[in-house]
């Protein structure tokens, strides 16, 4: 007789009481689904893992959600933003370095100065490169025209984190105004994807308030969203953030790490060839937590090339690591992981996703 998580493994379709089964399993239980995942990402998108070039361009911000430690509110926080440069030297070592990709981050903003700076910093990363070096934004929400402008420029992806599918758990992470809005939020995600961009989304796992029905919809939503990329990682609180005051209703740690690893198994399962990524914040609670990541399906990984002297201003949350490492020993450290996890690194490959390039033939 089958067990009953390898029964629910063998359907085509998962649904969503399935989906909250297999979200709940807890080690060594939840050893089928990952190696379901790991299987699964075998054969859709091989064994290779791509990476991603970290460059974490300001930490200015004009919202103020209530989770996030480079709010607008969180006045301890020295603020700052690289300089032409600095981008440039960075987008270089990613080129030199063969990872064919980089990740531009960065706070929201949204005035045409910093449009238009993103543009032209865009315009020399292709001119530098000869085009040969992929460039994934994630500048939070802005109007279409920045986003077209951005993409003429020669950006290819877009990642923005919709942080839960539930509006009303969305409602409580973040203040009550026009800038914060649930509806907004979705409405960018869809235009992202209008503009052309290989479109990337995410949530938080693990949030106070949030329940286990929560994490299946958000699966559902990104298959419902036919979503092209996804990051995702356990919640982590930051002290200076309005929801640190509900620390003590949060589930152990090691559980949110636990939770996330099968959420990232069971995106792997429901969107076999999108891109996944394996998350610092994974690495936080766990040394190894990248690494079980690849095993559980992720494909991607992003070496920090932020200069050290901005790394501790741009703490998301409490305990990142890393930040003392420059780009080497990031880049070290992440080659070390894929090796122990059986994967390729797949230096000088864009690593597009395959969803992305199935959805436009
Ligand atoms: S989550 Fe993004 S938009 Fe919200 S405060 Fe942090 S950086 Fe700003």
Redesign the pocket.
Known sequence: MLDPVEKILQKEVLHKDEIITLIQLKPPYNSLLHQKASDVKEKSVGKVVYFRGLIEYSNR?S???YY?G??SHNTLLKRYQLTDKEVIEAANYAHQNRFASIVIQS??ESSQKFITTIERLLGEIRQLTNGELHVTLSL?EQKEEAYRRWFDAGAQRYLLRIETSNPELYKRLHPVDKMHTYNRRLETLSLIKKVGYQTGTGVMIGLPFQTVEDLADDLIFFREMDIDMAGMGPYIEHEETPLFEYRNQLLPIQERLEISLNMVALLRIMMPNINIAATTAMQTIDPQGRERALLAGANVMMPNLTPLKYKESYL?YNNKPGLEDDAEESKESMEEEIRRAGDKIGYGEWGNSRHYELRIK
């Open positions: 911000c919202k103020s959600c996030c480079i709010r706070g929201e939070g998301l």
